[in-house]
């Protein structure tokens, strides 16, 4: 039952009984002590009894056991109507008092992003943005869920996303683009009235079933995202690098400047020794700028810190270095594998995968419970016959496209026990399940809603994103107070926790240096790190 419908049942009982009560009282009076009293004088004894404000001479008159147990009667009655009113008027109202009020419109917006739906995409999404330092709004059509994302923090509005009123007071005329979130059929109409409002606002939707894709193109989406193609793609990417000797996937941060994800394969040289000990940029000239460890990133990490046959490096460089690393973070036994990429999992995600992998000139080997066409082996992935029989022993790496986190996780422990060398490259639908795929064996792993966040941040400002929601940043600035000290002598890394990438001196960009390296007066100097390590490298420039 709603509060509403239970604050007017409290309202007719206590109308109901009150008026019975005045009745009963003059009545009584009359009856029982000869005594007679108007229907005022009545009702005001019954309302002295129920606010507990006393009967003033009236208490003198009850003689009669009759009406002294009608007045208790009328205490009680009180008492309980009292208590019922706290939870139904009371408590509301001093609830209403004490929450946060959401705004309803935001104010001066311009050049933002307005944001439907907030889904694990869209938060990685505002992550990457507050990340660029660009500005946001979510609209959310539910007040308790929009008060919970203000007071977490969150920009939000609170409106309807399909009214042309909520889009203007979001600021959508304003805004560089707007994106939609919520569901296949619901984001076409949001579509419809950001064209109607705003048509030259950028609008970029998702949807499910990709089919319906051309209908959102139709209502006015400008690019229409399928969050499992997307991650198909990357998948496909990742295991296309692992058989060439091209980086893919690099950022470009600076001229010749890249960075770029590298993961450290089992049997590398590198497996077993530490950042220090690795000496990476002696032998290739690249900067190790961060790091996960078994699925948990760290900025800029310690030489002490222990690379293993599960850690993926964040490095820095030219197109060269990062190929000598590349090949240097190779296992021998993987790079003489060149049998099909075996594809777990034939849904949209990996037909993406071997429909890329295929077009790079790589055989695939596909499974599936279910037979269809482009299925090889129809059996279960985690069942080690069903690998077997799809030859696993000769595969050059291995793509688990499945449905489940659940499941991903078990056939990753089957594959690494039946070839600890292949390479395994697994899609998590969950960000929270990452690490367990990383400690199960996978060799990397990427997460749906990480990736459709980096590409949308990517698409919407038209330019590549390296913040990698951790919080790096890569920044360039004049030397400043460092003019005149070398490498070693600044003490960067450990006076700030920012890593050196590269100087760019009368515009080259001068990314082979040694600790002797002397900065001049008008050298800038590009490092990376975590916002807060950024804040003191600024500080140190000062």
């Not at 029982?32 to 008159?61: C, I, P």
Request: proline share 4%; glycine share 8%; net charge negative.
């Amino acid at each position: 039952m709603s509060r509403r419908r239970r604050a007017y049942y409290y309202l007719g009982a206590f109308a109901a009984v009150t008026i019975l009560y005045t009745i009963a009282y003059g009545v009584g009076m009359a009856v029982f002590e000869d005594a007679s009293r108007t229907l005022t004088e009545s009702l005001l004894v019954v309302v002295q009894s129920f606010t507990t404000t006393g009967y003033g001479e009236d208490a003198a008159a009850w003689t009669t056991p009759q009406m002294r147990l009608l007045a208790i009667a009328m205490q009680a009655t009180g008492v309980f109507f009292v208590f019922m009113a706290l939870p139904l008027f009371v408590a509301p109202w001093i609830e209403q008092r004490l929450t946060t009020t959401v705004p309803s419109a935001v104010e001066d917006a311009d050049d933002h992003v307005v944001i439907c739906g907030y889904t694990p995409r869209t938060e990685m999404l505002i992550d990457e943005l507050r990340m660029l330092e660009k500005s946001y709004v979510v609209i959310e059509p539910d007040r308790d869920t929009a008060t919970d994302y203000y007071e977490g923090g969150v920009a939000v509005v609170h409106g309807d996303p399909e009214s042309t009123e909520s889009l203007a007071a979001a600021g959508i005329e304003d805004a560089r683009a707007l994106v939609a979130d919520i569901d296949d059929e619901v984001n076409a109409s949001i579509a419809l009235a950001v064209d109607q409002l705003a048509p030259e606002t950028r609008t970029i939707t998702f949807v499910e079933d990709a089919t319906l894709a051309d209908y959102h193109r139709y209502a006015g989406a400008d690019q229409v995202f399928t969050p499992r193609h997307l991650i198909g793609e990357s998948l496909a990417q990742k295991v296309t690098t692992a058989v060439t000797d091209d980086v893919t996937d690099a950022v470009e941060i600076g001229g010749e400047l890249e960075i770029v994800e590298i993961p450290i394969e089992a049997g590398s040289d590198l497996v077993g020794t530490t950042i220090g000990e690795s000496r990476i940029r002696e032998r290739t000239g690249a900067n190790v700028i961060g790091a996960w460890f078994r699925g948990q990133f760290v900025s800029s990490p310690s030489p002490d810190d222990r690379i293993d046959a599960r850690t993926v490096l964040l490095v820095a460089g030219r197109e060269p270095q990062l190929q000598h690393f590349q090949k240097l973070a190779r296992a021998e036994a993987r790079r003489q594998r060149r049998g099909p990429v075996l594809v777990c999992g034939y849904g949209e995600v990996g037909s993406t995968v071997k429909q890329r992998v295929v077009k790079a000139g790589l055989p695939v080997t596909v499974i599936d419970l279910v037979e269809k066409p482009g299925v090889d082996v129809v059996g279960d992935a985690t069942d080690p016959e069903t690998l077997q029989q799809a030859d696993i022993a000769e595969a050059s790496s291995v793509v688990l496209a499945l449905p489940e986190d659940t499941t991903a996780v078990f056939a990753s422990l089957v594959v690494r026990q039946l070839d600890p060398d292949v390479e395994l490259v697994v899609r998590a639908n969950e960000t929270d399940n990452v690490q367990k795929l990383y400690r199960a064996g996978a060799d990397y792993v990427l997460a749906l809603a990480t990736v459709s966040g980096r590409m949308l941040a990517s698409t919407i400002f038209g330019e590549d994103v390296i913040t990698f929601d951790q919080g790096v940043e890569v920044v360039r600035l004049p030397v400043g107070s460092l003019a005149g000290q070398s490498i070693a002598s600044a003490d960067i890394r450990a006076k700030t926790g920012c890593t050196v990438i590269a100087i760019q001196r009368d515009g080259e960009l001068i990314a082979d240096f040694d600790p002797t390296f002397t900065f001049q007066p008008d050298d800038e100097i590009i490092v990376s790190g975590p916002d807060e390590r950024v804040n003191a490298f600024n500080a140190l420039l000062e």
